[in-house]
C-alpha cells in the first residue's frame, strides 16, 4: 500500500483510492499502548516517532504524520507555547504571540538560517527519521507545516493584525512572502529527514475563514510561492465549506488538495479536475462519534463521488476509537 500511495502521489494511476492521512492522526489508544503521555511527545523525539506510528500499528492505516502540533514555526519564531502539561489529551496552544505587529514581524524574519535552529524544527527531523526507521517501509510519512496565513496568526498579535491588513496591506503581503520561504525550508527539511511528501495545513488561511476576495489577494500568492519552492509531492489541506472558492484552489499548483465534510464533493471534483482530490470523512461525527457502519458509509460516499484517496477532513479527534480507523481501512 506504501507504493501505491506513493505511485498516487506522483501522478501515477492506481486502482483504487487508498486510505491514509497527512494530517495528524495520533489516538489516545495509540498513545497509552506504547506508555506515552501527549504532552511529553511534543519535546522528545523518541516518543514523538513512537506516537506517530502507534496509529498504524494498532489499526494498519499506512501513514504516519509529523510533528503532532502545528506550533513548530511558531515557537522558532519567538511564541510562547503551552504543552497543555495538565491536560491528557489536549493539543498544545500559542499562550503569547511573538510579536505586536506584522512589521515588526518582517524584519526579524530575514535571517531564516538562524531561525531552523530555534525552537524543536531539528527534533522533528530526528524524530522523522526515527520513524522512518520504525515504520518507514510500511507507511507513507507526511511533513505537516502550517500555511503562511495561519502561521502569521499565531506569531503576530490578532487584533493588530487585522488592522494592518486594512490600513497597509502591502505589509501584510511582504510578511505572508517572508513566511512562505521560511516555511519552504522547514518542509525541505522535514523532506530530507525522510518524510515522503509535505501536508499544508492552512487552516486559519481558508477562504472559508479569511472570505474568497482576502484569500485571492493575500493568501493565494503566499500559498502559490511556498508550493513552488516546497519539492513534490505536497498536499494542501483546506478547512470549512470552500465549495464556492473551489476555482481559486485550483490555481495554487499543488498536487493534491485536501478537503473537509462540508464541502459538495461533486463540485470539488469538477473544479479539480487537473489536482488529486483528498477527503472528506467527518473527523468528529463520523470517525470519533461514528460506529463502523457509519465510517463504512462514508468512505463508499467518498469514492463514488471521485476522490482520489479517503482522508480525515481534518485532524483526528486525539479519542478517535481505532476500530474506526481500522474501518476506514477496510471499507
Not at 141 to 170: C, D, N, Q, R, W
Not at 236 to 249: A, F, I, M, P, R
Request: a negative charge; charged letters at 25%; one cysteine or more.
Amino acid at each position: 500500500m506504501r507504493q501505491k500511495i506513493l505511485d498516487l502521489l506522483s501522478g501515477k494511476k492506481v486502482d483504487f483510492p487508498p486510505a491514509f492521512s497527512g494530517l495528524i492522526h495520533v489516538t489516545a489508544e495509540g498513545l497509552q499502548s506504547e506508555g506515552l503521555i501527549f504532552h511529553e511527545t511534543h519535546k522528545d523525539a523518541q516518543k514523538m516517532a513512537k506516537a506517530a506510528a502507534s496509529t498504524f500499528k494498532l489499526s494498519g492505516l499506512p501513514s504516519a504524520s509529523l510533528p503532532l502540533d502545528l506550533y513548530v514555526e511558531a515557537e522558532a519564531l519567538g511564541g510562547q507555547i503551552n504543552f497543555r502539561e495538565n491536560a491528557e489529551f489536549e493539543f498544545p496552544q500559542v499562550s503569547k504571540a511573538g510579536f505586536e505587529s506584522v512589521k515588526e514581524l518582517t524584519t526579524e524574519i530575514t535571517e531564516i538560517t538562524e531561525i531552523l535552529k530555534r525552537g524543536r524544527i531539528k527534533l522533528v527531523c530526528d524524530a522523522i527519521r526515527l520513524l522512518k526507521d520504525d515504520v518507514g517501509k510500511d507507511v507513507v510519512i507526511s511533513g505537516v507545516i502550517p500555511g503562511p496565513y495561519t502561521l502569521l496568526l499565531l506569531v503576530v498579535e490578532a487584533g493588530k493584525m487585522f488592522v494592518e491588513m486594512k490600513k497597509e496591506p502591502a505589509a501584510i503581503t511582504e510578511a505572508l512572502l517572508h513566511l512562505s520561504s521560511l516555511l519552504a525550508e522547514v518542509g525541505t527539511s522535514y523532506r530530507n529527514a525522510g518524510a515522503d511528501f509535505i501536508t499544508i495545513h492552512d487552516m486559519g488561511g481558508s477562504p472559508a475563514f479569511i472570505g474568497p476576495a482576502k484569500y485571492e489577494q493575500f493568501v493565494l500568492p503566499a500559498e502559490k510561492l511556498l508550493i513552488e519552492k516546497l519539492p513534490k509531492p505536497r498536499v494542501l489541506s483546506v478547512c470549512g465549506n470552500v465549495t464556492k472558492s473551489l476555482h481559486l484552489l485550483a490555481q495554487i499548483g499543488a498536487d493534491a488538495v485536501s478537503i473537509d465534510q462540508t464541502v459538495d464533493l461533486a463540485a470539488a471534483r469538477l473544479a479539480l479536475k487537473d489536482t488529486l482530490l483528498f477527503g472528506n470523512l467527518d473527523p468528529v461525527k463520523t470517525l470519533y462519534q461514528g460506529d463502523s457502519a457509519q465510517v463504512a458509509e462514508s468512505v463508499v460516499g467518498a469514492r463514488e463521488a471521485g476522490v482520489d484517496a479517503i482522508w480525515p477532513g481534518c485532524d483526528l479527534v486525539i479519542q478517535t476509537p481505532i476500530q474506526n480507523i481500522q474501518s476506514m481501512k477496510k471499507a
